[in-house]
């Protein structure tokens, strides 16, 4: 079993940033691909970045730009800078990691993940 463990969210004014963090435990290696997720209030859940253990770094092409995705192999975290923050990008922000052999391209599609409970961002015009 893996715990993943978000936090950072906040309330922001548009154009602010906010850094999230997340910290991994449990049955997985330091350097397991991870990345998050957001979903908004009525709508479908969205994938935002990806990132694996060497690195490499993924992102979905609407989160290009104003999204930075790193990680932290030592710690087992992983992190998501978030800057030019708008209304629309208020969602629960969650923090996920493969149960099995995947890709950063489509981190929990091909495979089931492990979620975290989220941490909300919140947008304010």
Same mark, same amino acid.
Do not use: H
């Given at each position: 079993?893996?715990? %993943?463990?978000? +936090? ?16 991994? +435990?449990?049955?997985?290696? *330091? !350097? @397991?691909?991870?990345?998050?997720? &957001?979903?908004?209030?009525? /709508?479908?859940?969205? =994938?935002?970045?990806? !990132? ?5 770094? =993924?992102?979905?092409? +609407?989160? /290009?730009?104003?999204?930075?995705? +790193? &990680?932290? *192999?030592? /710690? !087992?975290?992983?992190?998501? $800078?978030?800057? @030019? %923050? ?10 996920? #990691?493969? $149960?099995?052999? @995947?890709? !950063?391209?489509?981190?929990? #599609? ?8 989220? #941490? $909300?961002? #919140?947008?304010?015009?």
């Amino acid at each position: 079993q893996v715990e %993943l463990v978000e +936090s950072g969210g906040g309330l922001v004014q548009a154009g602010g940033s906010l850094r999230l963090s997340c910290v991994a +435990s449990g049955d997985l290696f *330091n !350097i @397991s691909p991870l990345g998050w997720y &957001r979903q908004a209030p009525g /709508k479908e859940r969205e =994938y935002v970045a990806g !990132i694996r253990g060497d690195g490499t770094a =993924y992102y979905a092409d +609407s989160m /290009k730009g104003r999204f930075t995705i +790193s &990680r932290d *192999n030592a /710690k !087992i975290a992983v992190y998501l $800078q978030a800057d @030019s %923050l708008l209304p629309e990008d208020t969602a629960m922000y969650y923090c996920v #990691t493969p $149960q099995g052999p @995947s890709t !950063i391209e489509a981190l929990c #599609t091909v495979s089931e993940c492990y979620w975290g409970q989220g #941490t $909300q961002v #919140t947008v304010s015009a």
